[in-house]
């Protein structure tokens, strides 16, 4: 199953929708059920409405009524980390999974949500 998240992560890239960036970024997450969906980054010409990869999978497996998760996988082609934002929401949905990052050559770093997001703010902050 991590092989097959990750290589779904690397295939979404190319639906990414980057003009502005030239930075294709896809994603997929793993829910308890064994089901992948997918995401990709989908950029605007009004930068701050783009949406990233990560959350873009997320949703999707969400909006089609996935709730809990395993892992999750991120591609890009330089095996860049995250962003904050992602974290945040990694961490409010998912919980503490496995998360993988990988470059165009498959070089993968093994990290986890907990371990991208120390001391998080989430429900139990409120
Ligand atoms: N991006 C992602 O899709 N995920 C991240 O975690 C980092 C950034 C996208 C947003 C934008 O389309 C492009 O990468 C450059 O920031």
Redesign the pocket.
């Known amino acids: 199953m991590k092989e097959q998240l990750i290589e779904q992560a690397i295939k979404m890239r190319d639906r ?1 929708i ?1 003009p ?2 030239d ?3 896809g ?1 997929a997450v793993l829910t308890k059920s064994d089901k992948i969906f997918g995401g ?4 605007s010409s009004s930068y701050g409405l ?7 999978a997320i949703y999707n497996a969400i909006s089609s009524g996935h709730t809990q998760f395993k892992a999750l996988a ?1 591609a ?1 082609n330089n095996g ?4 904050g ?3 945040q929401v990694i961490w409010d949905l998912c919980g503490d999974i496995s998360v993988y990052i990988t470059d165009n050559s498959r070089n993968i770093d093994t990290t986890s949500s907990k371990q991208l997001l120390p001391n998080a703010f989430d429900k139990d902050s409120l």
């Not at 990709?40 to 950029?43: G, K, M, T, V």
């Open positions: 990414a980057a502005y960036s930075y294709k970024v994603s990709c980054n989908i950029e783009t949406c990233c990869a990560e959350r873009i991120v890009t860049g980390k995250p962003c934002a992602c974290r």
